[in-house]
T-cell receptor, first 115, second 111 residues
Framework: DAGVIQSPRHEVTEMGQEVTLRCKPI?????LFWYRQTMMRGLELLIY????????DSGMPEDRFSAKMPNASFSTLKIQPSEPRDSAVYFC?????????????FGPGTRLTVL | DAKTTQPNSMESNEEEPVHLPCNHS???????IHWYRQLPSQGPEYVIH???SNVNNRMASLAIAEDRKSSTLILHRATLRDAAVYYC????????????FGKGTSLLVTP
């Protein structure tokens, strides 16, 4: 298995532009997570899907952020319009099931820079 | 969520054992203790987890105190590749889907 796949690996954009990050979870995993990592706030959960349904999006910073999971093998995180403070590394992770003893498998991340 | 406390940084020599401590004095009976690590420029990766008994896997060992208020991740022979930030995380049924990463311990391994 190729593991969790994220694209692009790096994204540089200008303030106000729309940014779309993509994630392909590990086949057979039912849960998908989007995290963001910054120096100031560390790693924080943005949103979590179970069986393609968003369960908890309380970590999404504001309405400029949206996430979708149209099928079991694909998810997107969109920022519109982007702002410099959105600059961070965004990680996608998947898990066989979101239970407290299951591990999460992380992708390599997308490094986003908003100028 | 119950909180964990870890030293900010530790240093070890290559090929020596490393003991990474974690305090979780407010742990509840149903909290699992998970350890993840993040190598430079990579996503976090699972290391090990346990509930009450000590655990071993190919990467590390997890020693859990009898009162469960602390635990220790043991790397038996540190290599340069083990240099990473190590996170000790508590997970329970209510927060089971979220990994609440703290600041972790930055491990430096020197040749």
């Amino acid at each position: 298995d190729a593991g969790v796949i994220q694209s692009p690996r790096h994204e540089v954009t200008e303030m106000g532009q729309e940014v779309t990050l993509r994630c392909k979870p590990i086949s057979g995993h039912n849960s998908l997570f989007w995290y963001r990592q910054t120096m100031m706030r560390g790693l924080e959960l943005l949103i979590y899907f179970n069986n393609n349904v968003p369960i908890d999006d309380s970590g999404m910073p504001e309405d400029r952020f949206s996430a979708k999971m149209p099928n079991a093998s694909f998810s997107t995180l969109k920022i519109q319009p982007s702002e410099p403070r959105d600059s961070a590394v965004y990680f996608c992770a998947s898990s066989p099931a979101a239970v407290d003893y299951n591990e999460q498998f992380f992708g390599p991340g997308t490094r986003l820079t908003v100028l | 969520d119950a909180k964990t406390t870890q030293p900010n940084s530790m240093e070890s020599n290559e090929e020596e054992p490393v003991h990474l401590p974690c305090n979780h004095s407010t742990i509840s009976g149903t909290d699992y203790i998970h350890w993840y690590r993040q190598l430079p420029s990579q996503g976090p990766e699972y290391v090990i987890h346990g509930l009450t008994s000590n655990v071993n896997n190919r990467m590390a060992s997890l020693a859990i105190a009898e009162d469960r208020k602390s635990s220790t991740l043991i790397l038996h022979r540190a290599t340069l590749r083990d240099a990473a930030v190590y996170y000790c995380i508590l997970r329970d049924e209510q927060s089971g889907y979220a990994l609440n990463f703290g600041k972790g311990t930055s491990l430096l391994v020197t040749p």
